[in-house]
């Protein structure tokens, strides 16, 4: 059993940055998967961003492609998100999540964090 807890988020104006970290207990970190997603009130969730266990990632490209950057630190059992050039289309309550497969699908992760809110100011 994962637990997963993300922090970081805040109150951000339009143009800004932010780094989330998502801290995992539990499991094999080092082996998993690890994600990054969002969802805004009334909305489906959104994927952001994944990286596999051995540090290759992939984005939605649509909507964060060069703006964010997806890392881990497998010594300290922690996954960031560096949020750049934030605009308020990036508010939400952003969700780390642990799997098998860097998938950019939600049904394929196992374990899932509480969230932290971004909001962003224009």
């Known amino acids: 059993q994962m637990q997963l807890v993300e922090s970081g988020g805040g109150l951000v104006q339009a143009g800004g940055s932010l780094r989330l970290a998502c801290v995992v207990s539990?499991?094999?970190?080092?082996?998993?998967?690890m994600g990054w997603f969002r969802q805004v009130p009334g909305k489906e969730r959104e994927f952001v961003a994944a990286?596999?266990?051995?540090?290759?990632?992939?984005y939605n490209e649509d909507s964060v492609k060069g703006r964010f950057t997806i890392s881990r630190d497998n010594a300290k059992n922690t996954v960031y998100l560096q949020m750049n050039s934030l605009q308020p289309e990036d508010t939400g309550v952003y969700y780390c999540?642990?799997?098998?497969?860097?998938?950019?699908?939600?049904?394929?992760?196992?374990?899932w964090g509480q969230g932290t809110q971004v909001t962003v100011s224009s």
């Open positions: 999540t642990a799997g098998r497969l860097a998938s950019s699908r939600g049904a394929e992760y196992d374990y």
């Open positions: 539990g499991g094999t970190f080092s082996r998993s998967a």
């Open positions: 990286i596999r266990w051995s540090g290759g990632s992939t």
